[in-house]
């Protein structure tokens, strides 16, 4: 198994960059649909949440209010302490066990770990490569309140929360450079893909 890291700052393309491996082939692990999968009714993971944020984070249906604790957590330093110190050991339970799977069931797999993440949320998984998606603030901004419907300011806290964009690029082996046009970016996912595919045929 070849276990790749993506990582980079909010809207910086690291999903287009993990479509296009997949559909070369790659197994996808998207860690922002396991932190939903922790935190979904009956799980231990809603359960601390809930203790830790009060009954008024869930909906009428018991199911979690992602939008009102993400603005929660988003505007309080304290507060988005406590939801990932609950979230992130849970992941990092969950994503080592899918890993796990994915090569048990194709030792030649190529995995794909797409983790917004990595760096503030210390993941240390076995990685043989870390991707990070780098575009320039100004462009993450405008993605998230064109195509993501944020407010200016809203957008501003996001992008201010989250890792420095050098920390980002001190632990990656490849930086793709999401600023550009789209086809830009397919291109150097593409050239990633083909050194992947060299690199594995060598070790084989």
Do not use: C
């Not at 993400?70 to 304290?78: R, Y």
């Not at 200016?152 to 793709?176: G, M, S, W």
């Amino acid at each position: 198994m070849y276990l790749i890291g993506l990582t980079g700052g909010i809207a910086s393309g690291k999903s287009t960059v993990a479509r296009r491996l997949f559909e070369h082939g790659a197994i996808h692990i998207d860690a922002d649909q396991l932190a939903r999968r922790v935190v979904e009714p009956g799980t231990p993971g809603l359960a601390a949440v809930v203790e830790a944020f009060g009954p008024e984070i869930l909906r009428a249906d018991g199911t979690l209010d992602r939008e009102k604790l993400g603005a929660l957590a988003f505007g309080d330093p304290e507060a988005r302490e406590r939801l990932n110190a609950i979230v992130h050991p849970a992941v990092r339970a969950l994503s080592g066990r899918l890993i796990a799977e994915a090569g048990a069931a194709d030792p030649d797999a190529v995995v794909v770990y797409d983790v917004p993440l990595l760096v503030e949320a210390r993941v240390e998984h076995p990685f043989d490569l870390i991707v990070v998606t780098d575009a320039p603030r100004r462009a993450q901004l405008a993605r998230l309140v064109d195509q993501r419907g944020l407010e200016p300011a809203q957008a501003e806290a996001r992008v201010d929360a989250q890792a420095d964009p050098e920390e980002r690029r001190a632990i990656a082996d490849v930086v793709i450079d999401t600023g550009g046009s789209l086809a830009h970016t397919m291109s150097q996912a593409d050239a990633l893909w083909a050194d992947i595919v060299a690199k594995t045929r060598a070790a084989d």
